[in-house]
């Protein structure tokens, strides 16, 4: 995984990214509308998505949807529910025996504050989630998000900040900080 970045727009890495994601689009594409029983399908896919096979006992219920899909690192005994989002370019990594409720999603890119910068730059930090987490339906987790072992993240929960190991996070209300 890489650590909390700053990317040009309008750079060779940029362009190589948006490469990536266009292909990955493609794969996704077609996982998403393969039979649910075809497994050796689904394993192809798979692994052309994140570059290596899925670990022993990783279980990802289609659809699924990845942006850059090779900084995704998935522990043995994960499991992915429906519909679930890795936005995965500053790297992803779900330790042993984690649980993803249908519909959360992971980001860790965005975008400076400042209205000049928005459009110059993607800011990008790495997710970490230890072993035995269970995220809810429909959580959304931030950059440079870590949650820490035995962890549980409620539905609907936007995480911002680290979450230490077994503990509980609830909560999505947005809060004004400044006016531009």
């Known amino acids: 995984m890489s650590s909390d970045r700053l990317m040009r727009i309008r750079s060779a890495e940029f362009q190589a990214m948006a490469e990536r994601v266009l292909q990955v689009t493609e794969l996704t594409s077609r996982l998403n509308v393969l039979p649910f029983e075809d497994e050796a399908g ?5 692994e052309q998505i994140l570059g290596k096979p899925l670990p022993p006992r990783v279980t990802i219920y289609p659809p699924f949807y990845t942006d850059h899909g090779l900084n995704l690192d998935l522990a043995e005994r994960v ?22 409720g249908p519909k959360v999603t992971f980001i860790t ?3 400076p504050v400042d209205p000049e910068e928005r ?42 900040d680290d979450v230490p190991p077994a503990s509980l996070v ?3 209300k947005a809060t004004v900080h400044r006016k531009w």
């Not at 689904?42 to 798979?46: D, N, P, S, T």
């Not at 993607?122 to 931030?142: H, S």
Request: aromatic content about 8%.
């Open 79 to 100: 499991f992915i529910n429906q519909n679930c989002t890795f936005l995965d370019y500053a790297g992803i990594r779900l330790g042993e025996r984690v649980m993803i």
């Open 109 to 111: 890119n965005g975008h």
């Open 170 to 172: 609830t909560g999505s």
């Open 42 to 46: 689904k394993a192809e896919l798979f």
């Open 119 to 160: 459009r110059l730059y993607l800011t990008g930090a790495p997710i970490d989630v230890a072993e035995n987490v269970w995220i809810g339906a429909g959580a959304t987790i931030l950059p440079g998000v870590s949650i820490g072992r035995d962890a549980v993240v409620a539905a609907g929960a936007v995480v911002a």
